[in-house]
Each structure stands twice: as C-alpha cells, then as structure tokens.
C-alpha cells in the first residue's frame, strides 16, 4: 500500500492534504479495498521524512470522513471503499496573494471531498510553469486549471500548452488566452474593458484632477490590457495622462490622481505623497488595484477596482464539477472610498 502514497514536494498543497488525496484517489480507482490495511505512521514517516503529527492528521480526517477505521495495536484500515472521485485537479498560480488564496479557497469548498487538487506556484516564471507542466504528465489528472502570468517570457505559450495539456481537460483562470480558441474552458477578467469601465465609473471623482498616472512596472506579470484599458479612457475623457515604470524617480504632484496595480506599490506611493506634504483625496488621488481589509481602513479608505475572486474560484469548481466546456467573464466592481 505504500506505493499508493504520493508526497510532491512541491505542491502547496500541506503534507496531510496530500496523504489524504492519495487515499482517496486509491480508493476511487478501486486500488484501496474494505478491510485493506494502510501504511503505518511509522512507515510513512520513514518513507517521507514527515512529522507524526501530520501523517496523524491526514488519517484523522479520513477517518472524520468515515471511510477508514483504526484498530488499536493493529493500525488503519480502510472501511468504506463506496467512493467515486468527481475529478483529480492540477492547478497553477503565478503566485500565492491574499486574493489567491480566496480564489484557492473558494475553489476548493466548491469541489468538496470527492475532488483532490495538487496545487502549484511557478512565482511568475515562464521556465518554472512549463517545468510543472512537463512533470505532472507522469500523474493522471482529470482537470487542469491554470493562471497564466509572467513577468518574462511566454510567446510560445499556446504551442507549448497544445503540445503538453488535452485542451478538453484545460480550465484557464484569471486572464483569457483566445489563442487557445473557444473551445478550452475560461473564466477570466476582461482587463482592458474592466479599468475602462472602472475609470468611466470613477469619471465625476476624476475630474477634479488635472491629469491621470498609470504606475506599471516594466518588469510585471499585470497584463498590458490594462494600460490599453486606461489609455483608452484617457483618451476618451480627454486627460493629461501617463504611464510610469518607477515610483521611486515619481515627483508627486498636485491635481494628480494615481492608480496603483500592486501592494507594494501603493505604500511606496502613500510615502510619497506623505513626504510632499499633499492631501489625499483633494489635491492627489490614488486608485488601488483589488480590494483587502487594510485598504477599507488606511486613510480613511483606498478607492479600489477588484474583481470578484471568491466567484472566480466558484465558478472554476462549477465547471469542473459540471464537465461544462465555457467561457465566463468574472464579474467586477469599484469601491469609491476617500482616496479619491
């Protein structure tokens, strides 16, 4: 039975998540049957160089899910193979965030206990994605859902997922790849029209500033959909504007507003505005890309453009869970708060 038993380093997926997955796929593909024995702790933690207490957990909540019993002096056995795994998930950020994790997690409630899922992060590497991909040929997976963000690299995205992922299997997350055509399945943000609309919605606050400043870094996994997206408003709206690469060598100025697209950014440019002695909100205006708790209450609130990421994750677990092949444009929002 120890055969049975996968431990992938790197996955983010905690160790007595994965034991856990193991058993249950076992089960559904009738490898694990009643009265079965399962590898001891002992036996697993040799095996795997991992705690007692996690191989203790993983077999508590199999045993939560009353599917293995234990027998004092004897060890686990397995007690209710009556089970049909929905799906086996490959699932792939660009990078673990405070919104990830709500996609991850919605996600994974939505699929429930007849689903596993080995979760991955390539950090925005093209070299690391493709990595992952190539590796997770030699398991069976029923799905793949991916994000696809780098801050280098990807022209030969679509080849290399043709080559490597059965489109009927693939779920793309977060930005829409058309080249992969209408067929693969996507639930994604439509990032140019979202911060147009976003800005055109944000105009009668907008307009009491001089000029509009996009800060996105040269370097980034943001995709350039956004600066059309904001450059199209601009344009439209008739705006001073700019697109800037560097908050550090940014001269704030008055009747400014500024839109931000990461975390650490936004402090940088709060410093800033700090330091120049400027009132946010009447002679400078930030706009903050995705919404968290922190920026309901910093300064009396950041205004903020977020897609809706706990129905992104939803709505990805649906169409696994429903074997459906479609297309679906995450739903979006602002939040008009002081900053602006």
């Not at 193979?81 to 409630?109: E, G, M, R």
């Not at 793309?172 to 609309?197: C, P, R």
Request: with cysteine.
């Amino acid at each position: 039975m120890l055969h049975l038993i996968e431990i992938i380093e790197d996955s983010k997926i905690p160790k007595y998540k994965q034991i856990v997955h193991s058993v249950l796929t076992a089960l559904g593909n009738g490898q694990i049957k009643v009265n079965d024995r399962l590898p001891s702790v002992n036996e697993l933690l040799i095996t795997f160089d991992i705690s007692r207490d996690t191989i203790v957990k993983a077999y508590d909540h199999l045993k939560g899910m009353k599917l293995i019993d234990s027998v004092p002096g004897k060890g686990y056995y397995v007690k209710n193979d009556d089970l049909k795994l929905k799906a086996k998930v490959f699932l792939l950020f660009n990078k673990l965030s405070a919104h990830k994790k709500i996609i991850y997690d919605a996600f994974a409630s939505e699929l429930g206990n007849d689903v596993t899922i080995d979760f991955f992060i390539y950090d925005n590497n093209y070299r690391q994605f493709k990595n992952l991909i190539l590796a997770s040929k030699s398991r069976e997976y029923t799905h793949y859902a991916i994000i696809c963000h780098f801050e280098e690299g990807g022209e030969d995205l679509v080849d290399f997922v043709q080559d490597n992922i059965p489109l009927d299997k693939l779920l793309v997350l977060d930005k829409k790849v058309s080249q992969l055509g209408s067929s693969v399945s996507s639930v994604y943000q439509d990032f140019e029209g979202n911060i147009h609309a976003s800005l055109k919605e944000l105009n009668p606050q907008l307009r009491k500033y001089r000029r509009v400043k996009l800060l996105r870094r040269k370097h980034t996994y943001h995709p350039l959909e956004i600066k059309k997206g904001f450059v199209k408003f601009c344009n439209e709206y008739a705006y001073d504007f700019e697109v800037f690469e560097d908050i550090a060598k940014e001269k704030i100025t008055p009747l400014t507003a500024y839109i931000t697209l990461t975390e650490n950014d936004l402090v940088d440019l709060i410093k800033k505005i700090k330091d120049a002695d400027l009132t946010l909100g009447k002679n400078v205006g930030i706009i903050s890309y995705n919404d968290t708790p922190l920026k309901e209450i910093v300064l009396d609130g950041i205004t903020v453009i977020s897609t809706d990421f706990a129905q992104l994750g939803k709505q990805a677990a649906q169409l696994i869970l429903n074997n459906e092949k479609r297309q679906f444009d995450n739903p979006f929002y602002v939040i008009p708060r002081k900053s602006l």
